[in-house]
C-alpha cells in the first residue's frame, strides 16, 4: 500500500489553533505578550522553512519557539511546538526524536486539551512508522474518541489506514466509509481523497477491480484538483496494482510510468526510481526485455541519485494526510 503521509501543511493549522485559543476559555480576546509573540514568530518561520524543505533550519526554528514558550510556561505552545518536531522528525526518518517529542507533548495534555486529539494523532503516525501497528490504533481510537469534531474524518482515515495495515479489511471499510462522510465538502477534498483512496484499496483485496478503480479515479481527480503532487502518484500507483491484479499489465505499465513521471518531476528519486523498477518487472513479463533493463537501469541510477540527494521534509501530500 503507498504511504498516506499527513503534509508539514498541517502545521498551519496547528498554529491557527494555537492563536485561536489564546488562554483557552473566555469569550473576550486575550492580549499575547512579547514573548508569546516572539514564539509566534519562531513558528510561523519553521512553517516556513519546512514547506521549502529546509528541514534543519525548520528544526532550529521550533527548537526557539519551544524554548522562547517554556521560558514563560505557555502549555498550550509547547504543546503545538512539541507536536510539530515530532512531525518534522517523523517526515524525515528519524524515530527516535519524534518519539521523544511527542511523548513530551501528550505528557503536558490531558484528553480534555484542546490538542490532546492531535498529538494522539501524531503518536499514532510514529508507532505505525516504527512497525507497531497494534499500539498506533490505540491511540488513533484516543484521537477519535477526543476529536471535538471539525477533523472526525481526518482521525477516521487513520484509524481505517491502520486497520488496513493490520489486515482488518472489513473493519477499515466500515470505518472508512464514516470518515467519507465526515470529508463530505469543499473544505475536506484531501481528506476525501484519501478516503476514497483507502476504500480502492480496500475494495481492490475484496476483488472489486472495478469499484476499486473507480474509487482511485475519483481520488486521482480531486488530488488533481488540488494539486497534491505525491498523492497524485500514490493514486497512480494503487491503479498500477489495481490493474495488474486484473491482468491487464499493458495498463499496469502505463500507470506506473505516468507515476514515475510525478514522482520524477517533484524530484522525488527515490520513489521515482522505485516505479521503474516495479515498471521494469512488468515489461519483462510483457516479454519487453530491452525495455525491462532500460527501466531498471534507470532505476539504480535514480536510487544512486536519491542517495546523493538533501534530505528534505516531503511535499504536501497530508492536508493528514498528511497526510493517512
Not at 476559555?25 to 509566534?40: F, I, Y
Amino acid at each position: 500500500m503507498s504511504s498516506l503521509r499527513i503534509p508539514l501543511q498541517r502545521l498551519v493549522v496547528l498554529l491557527t489553533l494555537l492563536t485561536l485559543a489564546g488562554c483557552f476559555g473566555g469569550g473576550s480576546k486575550v492580549l499575547r505578550s512579547e514573548a508569546q509573540s516572539r514564539a509566534d514568530t519562531f513558528l510561523k518561520r519553521a512553517i516556513r522553512a519546512g514547506q521549502k524543505g529546509e528541514v534543519a533550519e525548520a528544526e532550529r526554528l521550533l527548537r526557539e519557539a519551544l524554548a522562547v514558550s517554556s521560558s514563560i510556561e505557555d502549555i498550550p505552545a509547547k504543546s503545538v511546538e512539541l507536536i510539530n518536531l515530532a512531525r518534522l522528525s517523523r517526515l524525515n526518518s528519524d524515530l527516535a526524536a519524534a518519539m521523544a517529542s511527542i511523548d513530551a507533548a501528550l505528557a503536558l495534555l490531558t484528553p480534555q486539551a484542546d490538542f490532546y486529539s492531535e498529538a494522539a494523532h501524531e503518536k499514532a503516525l510514529v508507532c505505525l512508522a516504527g512497525g507497531d501497528p497494534a499500539t498506533a490504533l490505540s491511540w488513533a481510537e484516543r484521537s477519535v474518541a477526543a476529536e471535538p469534531g471539525t477533523s472526525q474524518g481526518r482521525r477516521l482515515n487513520l484509524v481505517g489506514r491502520i486497520l488496513v495495515a493490520q489486515g482488518e479489511w472489513l473493519k477499515a471499510g466500515q470505518t472508512v466509509k464514516r470518515a467519507l462522510e465526515e470529508n463530505r465538502g469543499d473544505a475536506n477534498l484531501e481528506e476525501r481523497a484519501n478516503s476514497l483512496r483507502i476504500l480502492g484499496i480496500v475494495a481492490r483485496n475484496g476483488k472489486d477491480l472495478s469499484g476499486a478503480e473507480q474509487l482511485l479515479k475519483e481520488a486521482l481527480g480531486i488530488d488533481k484538483q488540488i494539486g497534491a503532487s505525491a498523492k497524485i502518484a500514490s493514486d497512480l500507483e494503487e491503479l498500477a496494482a489495481t490493474a495488474r491484479a486484473g491482468g491487464d499489465l499493458n495498463k499496469t505499465a502505463r500507470y506506473l510510468k505516468r507515476a514515475y513521471d510525478v514522482h520524477y518531476s517533484a524530484d522525488r528519486f527515490r520513489a521515482a526510481g522505485a516505479a521503474q523498477s516495479a515498471l521494469a518487472d512488468v515489461l519483462r513479463h510483457l516479454g519487453d526485455i530491452s525495455g525491462a533493463e532500460a527501466s531498471q537501469t534507470k532505476a539504480r541510477e535514480l536510487a544512486e541519485r536519491a542517495s546523493a540527494q538533501k534530505p528534505t521534509t516531503p511535499p504536501a501530500t497530508t492536508s493528514p494526510s498528511n497526510n493517512p
